[in-house]
């Protein structure tokens, strides 16, 4: 896990957040990750769900742009947060 990878696990912990290690497999090779879940009730998502998204988007493109990705998964039940 890269140094980035390992911060953004950090600030993620210290909200609350408990992010779980995941490899990815590309055409061009393996990519590390963090999955964070969520999970919601019912049907669709709440608008705390589109704000816990949002926030964590946010802080990931903000201070890790050219080293990390954040992709929605699972109609929002979970945020992967990829190596580029």
């Known amino acids: 896990m890269t140094t ?3 911060n953004a ?3 993620l912990e210290e909200m609350q957040f408990t992010p779980e290690k995941i490899v990815l497999t590309y055409p061009d090779g393996e990519k590390q990750g963090l999955r964070v879940d ?3 009730e019912g ?9 816990i ?3 964590i988007r946010s802080h ?3 201070h890790y742009r050219n080293s990390l990705s954040v992709e929605s998964r699972g109609h929002y039940t979970a945020v992967f947060i ?3």
């Not at 669709?44 to 769900?49: E, H, K, L, Q, R």
């Open 60 to 62: 990931i493109s903000r």
């Open 38 to 40: 969520t999970d919601y």
């Open 82 to 84: 990829i190596e580029q």
């Open 9 to 11: 696990k950090k600030w």
């Open 53 to 55: 998204h949002n926030m």
């Open 4 to 6: 980035k990878l390992r």
């Open 43 to 51: 049907p669709y998502p709440g608008n705390d769900v589109f704000q």
